[in-house]
């Protein structure tokens, strides 16, 4: 079975200042897509980037932007910038070639004026 | 589009109860996901539908909890009978393909005192 796991809780970070969440998974497929989802204090998950595991290039949205190791099983996500409106919780999620979608713990990144 | 649609937003119930939360998924998406959130245990799933038909639903915490897809546009999670235990936040997702991102609803707060 596939297992998500973002080891650090809590993370804070300066604004403006750059800021890496750690994620690692473990799979036996070798097709799967990863994303990052942001949750703010309304609840809402919104996607925030998606890689597709067979592309090499690691893919950036903005500010943002992940480091894709495949043979590690590693996918952190870098944020650059960082604004206020950043503070949120963090999900990891990977879905499989069978279409489940699981989530990893969660890390709730604080920005510090 | 509206959007993932869950209902009601907030239910607050007494131990024993029987509970129904619902979900209308983006309409053409043919993938749908039920969620727990609570901050001991993250973001579980709990079943996911695959057109209509529950696919992996080794996430069901037991007996107490069904979920039901009679259609495209309409699945239900049914607690009976609910517990304090059962308290937590409620998603439901959707995506059109195996391979995209799967589209939240704002989630349903259950509180079962």
């Known amino acids: 079975a596939q297992t998500v796991t973002q080891s650090q809780p809590e993370m804070s970070v300066q604004e403006a200042e750059t800021v890496t969440l750690s994620c690692t998974y473990d799979?036996?497929?070798?097709?799967?897509?990863l994303f990052w989802y942001k949750q703010p204090p309304s609840r809402q998950m919104i996607l925030v980037i998606r890689?597709?595991?067979?592309?090499?290039q690691n893919a950036t949205e903005n500010r943002f932007s992940v480091n894709f190791q495949k043979a590690a099983k590693s996918f952190s996500l870098k944020i650059s910038d960082s604004q206020l409106g950043d503070a949120a919780m963090y999900f990891c999620a990977y879905r499989s070639n069978t279409g489940k979608l699981i989530f990893g713990q969660g890390t709730t990144l604080q920005v510090k004026p | 589009d509206a959007g993932v649609i869950q209902s009601p937003r907030h239910e607050v119930t007494e131990m024993g109860q029987e509970v129904t939360l619902r979900c209308k998924p983006i309409s053409g998406h043919n993938s749908l996901f039920w969620y727990r959130q609570t901050m001991m245990r993250g973001l579980e799933l709990l079943i996911y539908?695959?057109?209509?038909?529950?696919?992996?639903d080794s996430g069901m915490p037991e007996d107490r909890f069904s979920a039901k897809m009679p259609n495209a546009s309409f699945s239900t999670l049914k607690i009976q009978p609910s517990e304090p235990r059962d308290s937590a936040v409620y998603f439901c997702?959707?995506?059109?393909?195996?391979?995209?991102?799967?589209?939240f609803g704002q989630g349903t707060r259950l509180t079962v005192v």
């Open positions: 539908f695959n057109n209509n038909v529950p696919i992996d």
């Open positions: 890689q597709e595991a067979y592309k090499q």
């Open positions: 997702a959707s995506s059109f393909e195996s391979d995209t991102e799967a589209f």
């Open positions: 799979t036996s497929e070798s097709d799967y897509y």
